[in-house]
């Protein structure tokens, strides 16, 4: 097992065009976390899943952002109509269901122009 | 809400000697987890450290340790013998651990450690 896998790294789009990031975590893992992070900012949390249920949604996760964990393995993260805020390091983190470290993806970087 | 924060956004150390990285945090919780994370770059963000809140020992990690003052939500990263490869962001993280707390990680803006030759 390689780790925590996100595609693509990175993403240009112009922007109020959608795109979706894909996240496959540790094998085993029942979470998956989704966070964003900005220039010179801390990563900030979006949702995040057990298994295939979505337990908990920041309000940062406007409604033109959707998160998906099908059959509780990989996870799409899709941004509808982007816009230049959108910008950022999107960040995948996973972890066993009673260890507390999440292991985190490398990230996809997202630049809407 | 909680929150974490950390006032120094960049630090520098000479190579072999030690540095200390600061962070406080906010919460009316008394069960909870706090994490130093390192961010090299290009590179995803890796685990350093952790401390559990009911635990009184500091905890040790090598060259890495830190100094947890519940009392005064302060938990600081000392760095010891520090090595080029330690250059990085470091993010000091909580989360709580109590049943129905939230899982997710709270961080703070993060500390840019340069370590120099």
């Known amino acids: 097992d390689t780790g925590v896998s996100q595609n693509p790294r990175h993403k240009i789009t112009k922007r109020g065009q959608n795109v979706t990031f894909r996240c496959d975590p540790i094998s085993e893992h029942n979470r998956l976390y989704w966070y964003r992070q900005t220039l010179g900012q801390g990563p900030e949390f979006l949702t995040y899943?057990?298994?295939?249920?979505?337990?908990?949604k920041s309000r940062l996760l406007s409604d033109r952002f959707s998160a998906e964990r099908p059959k509780g393995s990989f996870s799409t993260l899709e941004i509808q109509r982007t816009e230049q805020g959108d910008s950022a390091m999107y960040l995948c983190?996973?972890?066993?269901?009673?260890?507390?470290?999440?292991?985190f993806g490398q990230g996809t970087r997202l630049t809407v122009v | 809400a909680q929150t974490v924060t950390q006032s120094q956004p960049e630090m520098s150390v000479q190579e072999a000697e030690t540095v200390t990285l600061s962070c406080t945090y906010d919460t009316s919780e008394s069960d909870y987890y706090l994490f130093w994370y390192k961010q090299p770059p290009s590179r995803q963000m890796i685990l350093v450290i952790r401390?559990?809140?009911?635990?009184?020992q500091n905890a040790t990690e090598n060259r890495f340790s830190v100094n947890f003052q519940k009392a005064a939500k302060s938990f600081s990263l000392k760095i010891s013998d520090s090595q080029l490869g330690d250059a990085a962001m470091y993010f000091c993280?909580?989360?709580?651990?109590?049943?129905?707390?939230?899982?997710?990680?709270?961080f703070g803006k993060g500390t840019k450690l340069t370590v120099n030759p």
């Open positions: 993280a909580y989360r709580s651990r109590g049943s129905g707390g939230s899982e997710k990680l709270v």
């Open positions: 983190a996973s972890s066993l269901l009673v260890v507390t470290e999440a292991f």
């Open positions: 899943f057990q298994n295939e249920a979505q337990l908990e």
């Open positions: 401390q559990e809140a009911y635990k009184q």
